[in-house]
C-alpha cells in the first residue's frame, strides 16, 4: 500500500517537474515568436494564462486516474458505465421455436401491445414496471432458470433495459431475442 503511494507521488512529482521545463520552454519560444511577430501584452498574457492552466490541469488528470478516490473511479461512474454497457453485451437467442422451449420467454413491451400479439407462454412485465410489479411476476421463477426478453423489434430498447433490471434482481442467465416479436411473427407465419 505504502509503495503504490510513492509511486504515485513519484509519478505525480515527476510529472510537475516536466510540466515546468515545458513551461520554461514554452516562455522561452513566446519571447523568441514575440520579438518575431510582435505581439501585443494581451497575447502574451493570454499565453502564459493558458499554460499556466494547461498545467494545472495535468496533476489534476492524473490524481484523478491514479488515485483510488479519483472521479473516475468512484463506485456511481463505475455503476453507470457498467449499466449503459452491460445490456447490449447479452447474448441473443434467434426466433425458434426449439430455442425457446426450455426458457421463460419474458414480453417487455406495454400491456396493449402484448394484447395484440405476443410469443405462445410468454409473460408480459413491461420494461416501465415498477419494482415491486416486477417481483411479483417473477416471484416463482428461478434465478438460475434461462430467460429470454423480448421487444417488438431489434430498435427497441425495452428488452435490453428489463434484461438490465432482470441482472440487477440476480437472475444470471439472460438472453435476448433477436429480432423481437416482430421477427418470431415473421418467422411464424403460415
Not at 510540466?19 to 519571447?31: E, F, P, T
Not at 463506485?75 to 452491460?86: M, V
Request: charged letters at 25%; proline letters at 3%.
Amino acid at each position: 500500500m505504502q509503495r503504490a503511494h510513492l509511486l504515485r507521488s513519484v509519478t505525480i512529482c515527476t510529472l510537475l517537474f516536466l510540466g515546468a521545463i515545458s513551461l520554461k520552454r514554452a516562455v522561452n519560444c513566446r519571447n523568441v515568436l514575440s520579438r518575431l511577430y510582435k505581439q501585443s501584452w494581451l497575447r502574451r498574457f493570454g499565453f502564459q494564462v493558458a499554460s499556466v492552466v494547461t498545467l494545472s490541469i495535468i496533476p489534476a488528470v492524473m490524481f484523478n486516474v491514479m488515485s483510488d478516490c479519483g472521479l473516475l473511479r468512484t463506485t456511481r461512474s463505475i455503476d453507470s458505465t457498467e449499466k449503459a454497457y452491460l445490456a447490449r453485451s447479452l447474448p441473443g437467442i434467434l426466433p425458434d421455436e426449439k430455442a425457446l422451449a426450455s426458457c421463460v420467454v419474458i414480453d417487455s413491451r406495454l400491456p396493449d401491445d402484448y394484447k395484440k400479439g405476443h410469443i405462445e407462454n410468454a409473460i408480459n412485465v413491461p420494461a416501465v414496471a415498477d419494482v415491486a410489479t416486477l417481483r411479483k411476476a417473477l416471484r416463482d421463477i428461478s434465478t438460475h432458470r434461462r430467460i429470454v426478453v423480448s421487444c417488438e423489434s431489434n430498435s427497441c430498447n425495452f428488452d435490453k433495459e428489463l434484461a438490465r433490471r432482470l441482472l440487477e434482481l440476480g437472475f444470471q442467465d439472460v438472453s435476448l431475442l433477436s429480432g423481437g416479436w416482430s421477427a418470431w411473427e415473421k418467422s411464424h407465419r403460415h
